[in-house]
């Protein structure tokens, strides 16, 4: 069963096609990787996907729900979470802040329960915060509760914002390069985390381009190279793939 | 000996909170028992003008501390206040009662108003835009004499009155802007601390990040817009029948750059860095009387000394809570959390 179904999409920043008629299925409980070259349009279609940039031509479905070109919240409320390349955490504001914040597509309370504090105000506020604890204390990050998310180390901000995504009970995850400047060690500590998350029935989609995590950690990768899908299969597959080592080594390689 | 000092720890964190509940029970008692010890009309005066201008810079703090959308008109929303209640009242015959609530909800739907086109905007396209607004209501105030009498002003705007009992002492004003403060302050501190002001505050932090966590960022500004804009009419609202006449340059560009000083001396974010600020700057203008001819030269120095030496305000930055880790605080065992639970770690 699919859960994301991507169909035929384009997208075009005036002359330059992006994202060219790019199709793809994510399966429920995958870990799919999507990777290629720079600039192979690997962000762009991130940012179709949760409707940061409007699509030109095609549909996009999560579950059976079309999605495209709806606003990147009513997104995110379906069920889409992401995190980004470039770490955008609420800095100024606590950890525990941040990941309540994340949880906001599954709350409800306006401005009456703040004001009022009715019980069904304050009931949400316990869950939201037990929740976020709880999930602060699985990713090891409860200790830090109370401190900045600005303050945390460069890798414990990347797992915050994994954490964050996941406070709002997402059916799909999307990472975009969660390994960037990492070191191994954080590296291996983050593919464990994401192992436990998929353990758990989560479907996941990053983009990476440490090979070795998306060769261990992905049962499916798209290959995309010049706004184009150029291959898609299992890890083992997509190694040999001719097509794959042109796009990465140029030809005659 | 980890639970010894553990429970120490939580012991020396509670007597910080009683210390504070204490320092805000101090300063409750001597607002209150301020018109005793002093009988100075003047004294009065100025403690009342103090309040107003809490309540307008809690309310502009909502939108430019915590939503960080910055507003240079803000004294629009003060105007349309005033106005609304000395208008009801004088040409309606509405009670005051009704009147300020209804000078409240009108300068919220103003608030909307501006928020519906202008909210895709930011930084200084906002400034631009607002400032724009507090000009147009300011010159409609002005020119629209059928209704506002333009610059000849609303005077002698009735005080309000109880079952009967004219209520126009000193006192009444002084002890019902201490009410509306308190109010105002209680409000702002539980729509901070709600699903809806970490909202504000993320849409601050970062819009885009906002957005991907479901956060509707365009709606949220607005309420923020709006809510804020309440606050600022019920204070016109006060301000008309405590001073019993106003005219459009009570409303002016100053007004709001005053309004906004408030807010960024104390400290964004922080309330009781807004209440300091808003009272250290209506009492600056009395003490510097004397020396009228520079006294914006001196506000105007100290805010460029805020902004070079602290710029998140004198109280600004940021206060940390202890999040409390225990099983009660956490709510372990209470409900089920979430569907798909994490499974336990392994190994």
């Not at chain 1, 990787?33 to 095609?58: S, W």
């Not at chain 2, 106005?83 to 300020?100: C, D, K, Q």
């Not at chain 2, 365009?218 to 309440?230: D, S």
Request: proline share 4%.
């Amino acid at each position: 069963m699919s859960l994301l179904n991507i169909d035929r999409v384009t997208k075009r920043f005036g002359g330059l096609i992006a994202v060219d008629n790019f199709s793809a299925r994510i399966d429920e409980g995958t870990i799919t990787g999507l990777i290629g070259p720079n600039g192979a349009g690997k962000t762009t279609v991130f940012n179709l996907l949760t409707g940061i940039y409007p699509v030109d031509e095609g549909d996009i479905f999560l579950g059976n729900q079309a999605i495209t070109n709806q606003a990147p919240h009513r997104i995110a409320t379906a069920g889409v979470a992401r995190t980004f390349q470039n770490i955008r955490l609420f800095k100024e504001l606590s950890v525990l802040d941040n990941v309540r914040i994340g949880a906001h597509s599954r709350g409800r309370a306006g401005i009456f329960g703040a004001i009022f504090r009715n019980r069904a105000a304050r009931r949400e506020e316990a869950t939201i915060h037990a929740k976020a604890i709880q999930l602060l204390q699985e990713a090891g990050l409860a200790e830090y509760s109370s401190e900045l998310a600005g303050n945390l180390s460069y890798g414990l901000q990347r797992k915050l914002e994994i954490v964050r995504a996941l406070a709002g009970e997402p059916r799909l995850l999307i990472l975009d390069e969660p390994a960037a400047g990492m070191n191994p060690r954080e590296t291996e500590e983050l593919m464990a985390f994401v192992r436990r998350l998929h353990d758990r029935g989560l479907t996941i989609l990053l983009i990476e381009h440490d090979m070795k995590l998306v060769m261990s950690l992905c049962q499916r990768v798209i290959v995309m190279d010049h706004g184009q899908k150029i291959a898609e299969g299992p890890p083992e597959e997509i190694r040999t793939n001719r097509a794959v080592v042109e796009a990465y080594l140029g030809k005659g390689a | 000996m980890m639970n010894m000092s553990k429970s120490l720890l939580t012991s020396i964190l509670r007597r910080i909170d009683e210390k504070e509940k204490s320092l805000y029970l101090l300063l409750l008692i001597a607002v209150a028992i301020l018109p005793l010890a002093s009988q100075s009309d003047y004294v009065l005066r100025i403690a009342t003008l103090c309040g107003i201008y809490i309540v307008l810079a809690l309310g502009l703090n909502l939108v430019t501390g915590y939503a960080g959308q910055m507003c240079l008109g803000w004294a629009a929303f003060y105007g349309i206040g005033a106005y609304t209640s000395a208008l009801l009242v004088m040409r309606l015959h509405a009670s005051f009662w009704l009147a300020l609530p209804a000078a409240g909800l009108m300068a919220a739907f103003f608030g909307l108003l501006l928020g519906i086109p202008t909210m895709r905007l930011k930084n200084t396209y906002l400034a631009i835009t607002t400032l724009g607004f507090g000009e147009i209501v300011r010159l409609i105030l002005l020119n629209w004499t059928d209704l506002t009498r333009g610059s000849m002003g609303l005077p002698g705007i009735p005080s309000p009155s109880f079952f009967g009992i004219d209520l126009d002492g000193k006192l009444f004003y002084y002890y019902f802007i201490v009410v509306l403060v308190i109010v105002t302050l209680v409000t702002m501190a539980r729509l901070v601390d709600s699903r809806l002001g970490r909202a504000l505050q993320a849409i601050r932090e970062d819009e885009l990040a906002a957005k991907s966590m479901g956060i509707d960022t365009t709606r949220y500004k607005i309420v923020a817009f709006a809510i804020g804009a309440f606050f600022a009419g019920i204070a016109g609202s006060f301000f008309a029948h405590y001073s019993a006449y106003i005219d459009p340059h009570n409303f002016a560009f100053g007004e709001s750059i005053a309004v906004l000083s408030m807010v960024i001396l104390g400290g964004m974010r922080s309330l009781p860095g807004v209440v300091f600020g808003a009272v250290v700057l209506t009492l600056l203008p009395e003490v510097l009387r004397e020396a009228a001819e520079y006294r914006m030269i001196v506000f105007g120095g100290i805010l460029m000394l805020t902004m070079l030496l602290r710029p998140q305000g004198i109280f600004g930055g940021v206060q940390r809570k202890k999040v409390s880790l225990t099983p009660e605080a956490v709510g372990q065992g209470k409900q089920p959390l979430y569907q798909n639970r994490l499974p336990e770690k392994a190994g």
